[in-house]
């Protein structure tokens, strides 16, 4: 420690740039005048107060600083919260209390499914049984991968599956045989993953926060909630519908140099064999889960359940992981409060927008702005943002896994 005494720090000077980026487009837009209203095409008049335009320059802050990364994203929603209250856009109370609505401890509450399968080791002993069945034929083996990663999704947030599956495509590839060199099969197995993990995440409520932060907004602007299973019914078929069309273009645009892995299958049952019986803590895990989807379902049959919020039921889970000693005081020290601090600062922002009539000022000048324009010119600009989304979330969440995790790592190549 002495050797770094009076060594300056280097500055990163492009990050920094966009550190004061995202402050000059804030302190541009809050101390501008007053803008014009944005009209429909019905003639409506949208005004903008000066709250609302200090909530569209917080929303130019946070969306700088979260796409350049220039501090953590946990800190820039942080700073979302900040703003609000500093510069009164909204009460303290208000900006602050949208970081633990219902939606977001939902996302705890998932994420800590996630964490809890991966240490017990129930996400492993899936993937080993998924190998067996699949063979060594390279085209099973990407359905086998894309499957077992959808099926995840299901009960693990979309992120944590990826760290999840992660060293174990590293493993597979090490038995491909081909080294570091880059081929189609390896571009396959993980760009593919990363798409199915998008792919299967819709089907439920445990897949991604996006949809329990959906879900919440549209209960707070519709008045309606929307059941845990109601939303798995509608989105079940689209999630495999993706999956099975993307092991198809994974297969025609990166199909693997060679048909078969040799060995991989024997090296799955030998893993699988070590792995044991079924431990305790994985029956436990398995059975508090469970019963939590199970009572989440039965609120659509039985009323006395009905006004039981699915957040309660689903954290009721987080609570016995702990007293059933699957989970301790260093497992809670390492969940990912970076992940869940973002969506606390999406909520925040979301809501601030929508209550200072913001969000309405830029749906209608974004109405007339695409008005006469091709619907290929919007599905382009969502796409981006979807794009843009999963790029984050990849980012924060794939080097919690890591070739040196994995058992089945440096056992060929």
């Excluded at 977001?104 to 998932?110: G, L, R």
């Excluded at 932060?213 to 689209?238: H, N, R």
């Excluded at 016995?320 to 969506?343: C, K, R, S, Y």
């Amino acid at each position: 420690m002495a050797d770094n005494i009076g060594v300056p720090n280097k500055i990163d000077w492009k990050k920094m740039g966009f550190l004061f980026l995202g402050l000059g487009l804030f302190t541009l837009v809050y101390l501008a005048p007053a803008w014009p209203d944005a009209v429909d095409p019905m003639g409506k008049h949208f005004p903008l107060s000066k709250e609302a335009k200090g909530a569209i320059a917080v929303f130019l802050l946070a969306a700088t600083w979260w796409v350049f990364e220039v501090v953590p994203i946990g800190v820039t929603s942080l700073a979302i919260g900040v703003l609000q209250a500093m510069f009164l856009i909204r009460p303290a109370r208000d900006a602050f209390t949208d970081f633990m609505v219902p939606s977001v401890m939902f996302i705890f509450a998932s994420i800590m499914i996630g964490l809890v399968f991966t240490k017990t080791g129930l996400t492993k002993r899936l993937a080993y049984k998924m190998l067996i069945v699949v063979g060594e034929k390279t085209s099973m083996i990407y359905l086998g991968c894309f499957v077992v990663t959808s099926v995840l999704t299901h009960i693990m947030a979309h992120t944590a599956v990826a760290a999840t599956i992660y060293p174990l495509l590293i493993s597979i590839y090490a038995l491909y045989g081909e080294g570091d060199k880059k081929t189609r099969f390896g571009k396959g197995l993980f760009i593919g993953m990363a798409y199915v993990a998008g792919a299967g995440s819709i089907v439920t409520l445990l897949g991604a926060a996006r949809g329990a932060v959906a879900l919440g907004f549209f209960k707070e602007i519709m008045q309606q909630d929307i059941t845990f299973f109601e939303l798995t019914w509608y989105m079940f078929p689209i999630g495999w519908i993706m999956t099975f069309a993307l092991w198809g273009f994974f297969m025609l645009f990166f199909k693997p140099e060679k048909k078969t892995i040799p060995g991989l299958r024997e090296k799955a049952r030998q893993l699988s064999s070590e792995l044991g019986p079924l431990t305790r803590n994985e029956i436990k895990a398995a059975v508090i889960v469970g019963a939590c989807i199970f009572v989440m379902a039965a609120k659509q049959f039985i009323p006395a359940l009905a006004v039981i919020d699915k957040t309660a039921i689903i954290l009721v889970s987080t609570i016995l992981f702990f007293v059933t000693g699957i989970m301790d005081i260093d497992d809670l020290e390492a969940i990912p409060w970076n992940i869940i601090l973002l969506f606390a600062g999406a909520m925040s922002i979301g809501n601030c927008l929508w209550q200072t009539g913001a969000a309405s000022w830029m749906a209608v000048n974004w109405l007339a702005m695409f008005q006469e324009a091709n619907w290929f010119v919007f599905r382009l600009f969502r796409h981006g943002h979807d794009q843009r989304y999963h790029e984050r979330g990849g980012h924060c969440h794939i080097p919690a896994g890591g070739p040196g995790n994995c058992p089945l790592s440096g056992c060929g190549g």
